[in-house]
């Protein structure tokens, strides 16, 4: 049974910063895709940080420059450095893998999923 969990969320103060970290179980994920995403309320879940490796990246506009993706194979983990933290950034963060090498933004292609951790950025 594959399983992603996720740890690393809280609370910050705007400018401040957390690391995401989501380790995977069941199957290796070494060479799929996998990502970050994140949902506020009220609103829809949306796209962060993906990765294939380290040359194949994908951000969230608003995050370039303030989140790195990096993901170590060796524990089967992917992480993400959030720094310069702003109120926006407020959301429940999920990490998802999918079964191919190919990164893409949309939610439904994605065929796995943590519980999600909460990221909270007081002003």
């Known amino acids: 049974q594959v399983q992603l969990v996720e740890s690393g969320g809280g609370l910050v103060q705007s400018g401040g910063s957390l690391r995401l970290s989501c380790a995977a179980s069941?199957?290796?994920?070494?060479?799929?895709?996998m990502a970050w995403f994140r949902q506020a309320p009220r609103k829809e879940r949306e796209f962060v940080a993906g990765?294939?490796?380290?040359?194949?990246?994908s951000y969230l506009y608003s995050v370039k420059g303030r989140f790195t993706i990096s993901r170590d194979n060796a524990l089967n983990t992917v992480l993400l450095q959030m720094n310069n933290l702003q109120p926006e950034d407020t959301a429940v963060y999920y990490c998802a893998a999918r079964d191919s090498i190919v990164l893409v933004r949309y939610t439904n292609a994605y065929d796995y999923w943590g519980q999600g951790t909460q990221v909270t950025v007081s002003s």
């Open positions: 990765i294939v490796s380290d040359d194949n990246t």
């Open positions: 069941g199957r290796t994920f070494s060479r799929a895709a």
